[in-house]
């Protein structure tokens, strides 16, 4: 569990260290004044924030090719009361730029201008061998292309090591070059690599970052092999709730201004046609902007599901339109629960 270390108030993110969750942090939280923790799963994250041992917590939501991170939005839905209290206050975005880690005895010694050094990688392997062949078949006549090759011999890999989002995100490359590899799940992709760092026979192989190649001591295999080069993975930080009226009164900014975004998620009665209908008019009767619908099953039924909305705007002591939605969509949906606004940073 996070410890409060030299008195700075704690910051709990998905480690261990080097995971892009990590950067997210090291992005928002200056580490002179807050003592980061990494954690071993998005929930321990929130459990942090929730039983108060951590000031702030930060996870990953969603990413720009591979979508949202489920387990994230489970832990906001939070189907067996547990994280009551947790609401988003920020947003950070980091661009998402993955390599194939691994051990490889056939070393150069190059370095990358873009990571500190003290981070980096002892080894970046030069020496490309394989051959970068895409093979249409019947069922993929047009099989996308990798925009990356191995950078050296990586037949010797039978299994992969990666967070879950990271296979979706580096489709091209895994199907042309590691097809028959074993995907391994794991909690992090910095949890992937200090993994393969223990296995010295290089048979097996991480999709993580540079900076975690650099911290665990493994070779880049490849770099850049995600399928889009603006690959970005969006992450939230979480507080805890102060009190029932946490949220609910915040004041400043103009109406109608977009650079706050709010969350919020609800219920609807699925037997009764035009629910789902009904709760999203709720906003544009007041013309907010919804900008994004996520689903996650409900947990009481099986085909029900739980709505996340996100919103451009944020309450205003009850008077504003989001307030005024939010008052309205109470009459029309099952349940709703308010998780919290913060400052847009796309773009800054
Ligand atoms: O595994 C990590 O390094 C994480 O921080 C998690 C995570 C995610 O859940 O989306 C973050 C960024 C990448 O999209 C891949 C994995």
Not at 139 to 160: F, G, W
Request: proline residues 5%; contains cysteine; aromatic residues 8%.
């Amino acid at each position: 569990m996070a410890q409060e270390s030299d008195q700075k108030p704690v910051v709990t993110y998905l480690g261990p260290q080097a995971s892009y969750t990590h950067q997210a942090a090291l992005s928002t939280f200056n580490t002179s004044d807050y003592a980061l923790s990494p954690q071993i799963t998005i929930e321990d994250v929130f459990a942090s924030v929730q039983d108060g041992t951590a000031h702030r917590g930060v996870v990953p939501f969603e990413n720009s090719s591979n979508g949202s991170v489920v387990f994230t939005l489970d832990l906001f839905a939070d189907l067996n009361a547990k994280y009551p209290d947790i609401l988003v206050c920020g947003e950070s975005y980091i661009a998402v730029s993955h390599c194939l880690l691994g051990h490889n005895p056939h070393l150069s010694t190059t370095t990358s201008t873009t990571v500190p050094s003290h981070l980096l990688p002892t080894h970046i392997i030069e020496s490309p061998l394989s051959s970068g062949a895409v093979t249409p078949t019947t069922r993929d006549p047009a099989p996308a292309k990798p925009t990356a090759r191995p950078l050296a011999d990586i037949s010797r890999i039978t299994t992969l090591y990666s967070h879950p989002q990271a296979w979706g995100q580096c489709k091209a490359f895994l199907n042309t070059y590691l097809k028959g590899a074993e995907r391994h799940d794991v909690s992090s992709t910095s949890r992937a690599a200090e993994i393969v760092a223990g296995d010295a026979s290089g048979a097996s192989a991480a999709i993580s970052s540079v900076v975690a190649a650099g911290i665990h001591g493994v070779d880049v295999l490849a770099r850049g092999i995600e399928d889009r080069g603006d690959n970005t993975t969006r992450f939230f930080v979480i507080k805890r709730k102060k009190g029932e009226g946490d949220g609910e009164g915040e004041t400043g900014g103009e109406e109608g201004e977009g650079e706050w975004k709010s969350l919020v998620s609800f219920t609807v009665e699925h037997g009764n046609p035009g629910a789902l209908a009904k709760s999203l008019k709720a906003f544009e009767r007041f013309g907010i902007n919804v900008t994004s619908i996520n689903t996650r099953p409900s947990g009481v039924e099986n085909w029900n599901y739980i709505f996340f909305v996100e919103i451009k705007g944020r309450r205003r002591a009850g008077e504003g339109s989001v307030d005024l939605a939010l008052k309205e969509l109470d009459t029309v949906c099952r349940g709703w629960r308010w998780l919290g606004s913060w400052e847009n940073r796309l773009g800054k």
